[in-house]
T-cell receptor, first 113, second 113 residues
Framework: GQQLNQSPQSMFIQEGEDVSMNCTSS?????WLWYKQDPGEGPVLLIA?????ELTSNGRLTAQFGITRKDSFLNISASIPSDVGIYFC?????????????FGKGITLSVRP | DTGVSQNPRHKITKRGQNVTFRCDPI?????LYWYRQTLGQGPEFLTY????????KSRLLSDRFSAERPKGSFSTLEIQRTEQGDSAMYLC???????????FGDGTRLSIL
């Protein structure tokens, strides 16, 4: 089946640093989303991307929908301790963000104060 | 403004027992989704509803699993004759029909003894 690849599994950064994560797929997706999950909670939507090449920001977060529609990138600038968590990319191959999502395995981000 | 609500938050049961989870979506969200998440993995799609109609089911949804959304509002997910492999976090999400992203609840964590 379709899979989204996220690596590395874990990232460790210093507070104040920027960090970039990417997500790749062997298949085309028409919508890309980024979610953050804290322990014991559900994923929280960070950014949704709807068009190839689209670049969208949400505060210190910026995400891009790759031109090939097979990848997406998330950048976090000036990291703070509350950025700690698991970051998932998700793609919708069908008609949009309200169709079934395929998730990556997530990247666990640790921020050293 | 309430988000997606799931009950119970935790369920511990013996192998072979039946369990039922409930999901209350965000008000006026027509689509409701169920996902399953195991440790170290991203959520995996199980099924989704548009109003009361179940539109798609994953092959992960074995015959022991049944989901309903009888009045197009809340939904239930029942697992019959639970097995060890059913231990997971069961996540519910909802969205509007238009191309809007899914918002997740905090899940029900199922532990099979």
């Amino acid at each position: 089946g379709q899979q989204l690849n996220q690596s590395p599994q874990s990232m460790f950064i210093q507070e104040g640093e920027d960090v970039s994560m990417n997500c790749t797929s062997s298949s085309i997706f028409n919508t890309w989303l980024w979610y953050k999950q804290d322990p014991g909670e559900g994923p929280v939507l960070l950014i949704a991307l709807y068009k190839a090449g689209e670049l969208t920001s949400n505060g210190r977060l910026t995400a891009q929908f790759g031109i090939t529609r097979k990848d997406s990138f998330l950048n976090i600038s000036a990291s703070i301790p509350s950025d700690v968590g698991i970051y998932f990319c998700a793609g919708a191959a069908s008609t949009g963000a309200n169709s079934k999502l395929t998730f990556g395995k997530g990247i666990t981000l640790s921020v050293r104060p | 403004d309430t988000g997606v609500s799931q009950n119970p938050r935790h369920k511990i049961t013996k192998r072979g027992q039946n369990v039922t989870f409930r999901c209350d979506p965000i008000s006026e969200h027509n689509r409701l989704y169920w996902y399953r998440q195991t440790l170290g993995q991203g959520p995996e799609f199980l099924t989704y509803f548009q109003n009361e109609a179940q539109l798609e089911k994953s092959r992960l949804l074995s015959d022991r699993f049944s989901a309903e959304r009888p009045k197009g509002s809340f939904s239930t997910l029942e697992i019959q004759r639970t097995e060890q492999g059913d231990s997971a976090m069961y996540l519910c999400a909802s969205s509007q029909i238009s191309n809007q992203p899914q918002h997740f609840g905090d899940g029900t964590r199922l532990s099979i003894l």
